[in-house]
């Protein structure tokens, strides 16, 4: 399946912040800080609609990967994480449960927000996010759900996609 426009923007925004930092691969956090910074995406205007800053994602990454941001870059094309290549994975089944056209920012974010295990969920919750419901602090849910209006998804949609959890 295709990458929307927005998404393969972000790509690129997601590789060139990555070679600010030393990496051998392009990490769903990079492309996390990338939809963040995209306010004409999907999952970019999502993601701005909370309170959590953009230099907050990159200060969370700091704090977990121990990779500081290297003023100097250089432009490298990575190849996908392992986690990256799994995400993308999931995010074109969830574009193909919603009869989409293209995968989206919408279906990645979709897809890191159901994997708990990459370094851009880790990120999510080091800036406040929680899976937990705890009364302060937005909720993985909340993000989910805003995600899934502004998608566009409809009931059937949203149940298409939880039977592929199931699954």
């Known amino acids: 399946m295709k990458y929307s426009k927005a998404l393969i923007e972000s790509l690129e925004a997601a590789q060139l912040l990555a070679g600010h930092f030393t990496t051998d691969y392009l990490e769903s956090w990079h492309l996390l800080i990338a939809l963040a910074n995209n306010p004409y995406s999907v999952a970019g205007s999502v993601l701005n609609e909370f309170p959590v800053e953009v230099d907050g994602f990159e200060e969370a990454a700091f704090q977990i990967t121990g990779q500081a ?25 969830i574009a193909e449960a919603v009869r989409a056209k293209h995968v989206g920012t919408e279906h990645v974010l ?26 302060q602090g937005p909720k993985i849910s909340d993000l989910r759900k805003v995600l899934e209006q502004r998608a566009g998804w409809g009931k059937e949609d949203i149940k298409a996609i939880r039977s592929l959890n199931k699954g």
């Not at 290297?70 to 995010?91: I, M, N, T």
């Not at 990459?118 to 996010?129: K, N, P, Q």
């Open 110 to 135: 979709l897809a890191m927000l159901f994997d708990r295990g990459t370094l851009a969920s880790r990120i999510l919750e080091f800036t406040g996010f929680s899976y937990e419901d705890k009364e």
């Open 69 to 93: 941001y290297q003023k100097d870059g250089h432009f490298e094309l990575l190849p996908f994480s392992y986690r990256l290549e799994e995400l993308f994975e999931e995010a074109g089944q």
